[in-house]
């Protein structure tokens, strides 16, 4: 069936590491995907996307890539920033109406 | 930017009684509009897809006459959770695919 998940529930980092988010899907026919941010109580915020048709995006210090031999997204952070703490989520475009479905996010953690 | 204004950002609200959320986009038409529900340390889970003028597309397992969904004009779907039960408590969000995908701040269902 559709779904997107994750391999890690909760990630912790030193400030100014680099962060590595990874997310793997079980759908192949899946052509669009986003990551978000989260805050405690707010909505998700939009980071970066990417269409199947690319293996890789960058943005201002974050990179998406995507492998779709082996169904895996990742998000990379440079130089991570206490700012950058919060839950991120990969999600998935799927079916009619185009509904976005989500995995089940990672809790960055960044330690100074 | 685009924006969905989402209300109330919080309710408290009677075992029995019903809750109304709306949401709406300020500066684009919205002809289709998402609405999830997200439990503590859990991720986005898609309830409904709502569409203008016609009656709305609900996911598997999510009842459609305890969440009633209204979708009457280009700019304002609403979300209705009926004879609220303290189970129902979560996190409510709204979406709509602009820029590409937009979310509401968010509603915080407390019901007691």
């Known amino acids: 069936g559709e779904s997107v998940g994750l391999h890690l529930p909760t990630l912790s980092v030193q400030e100014g590491d680099n962060s590595i988010i990874n997310c793997a899907y079980s759908?192949?026919?899946?052509?669009?995907f986003i990551w978000y941010k989260q805050e405690s109580g707010k909505g998700p915020q939009f980071i970066i996307d990417?269409?199947?048709?690319?293996d890789k995006r960058q943005g201002q210090r974050v990179t998406v890539l995507l492998n779709k031999t082996v169904k895996h997204l990742s998000l990379q952070i440079a130089a991570t920033q206490p700012g950058d703490s919060a839950v991120y989520f990969c999600?998935?475009?799927?079916?009619?109406?185009?509904?976005?479905?989500f995995g089940a996010g990672t809790r960055l953690a960044v330690h100074p | 930017g685009a924006v969905v204004s989402q209300h109330p950002s919080w309710v408290i609200c009677k075992s029995g009684t019903s809750v109304k959320i709306e949401c709406r986009s300020l500066d684009f038409q919205a002809t289709t509009m998402f609405w999830y529900r997200q439990f503590p340390k859990q991720s986005l889970m898609l309830m409904a897809t709502?569409?203008?003028?016609?009656?709305?597309?609900?996911e598997q397992g999510v009842e459609k006459d305890k969440f009633l969904i209204n979708h009457a004009s280009l700019t304002l779907s609403t979300l209705t959770v009926t004879s609220a039960h303290p189970e129902d408590s979560s996190f409510y969000i709204c979406s709509a695919q602009e820029g590409p995908y937009t979310f509401g701040s968010g509603t915080r269902l407390t019901v007691v």
């Open positions: 990417i269409r199947s048709n690319m």
């Open positions: 709502s569409n203008e003028g016609s009656k709305a597309t609900y």
């Open positions: 759908n192949s026919a899946s052509d669009y």
């Open positions: 999600a998935r475009r799927a079916g009619g109406y185009n509904k976005l479905i």
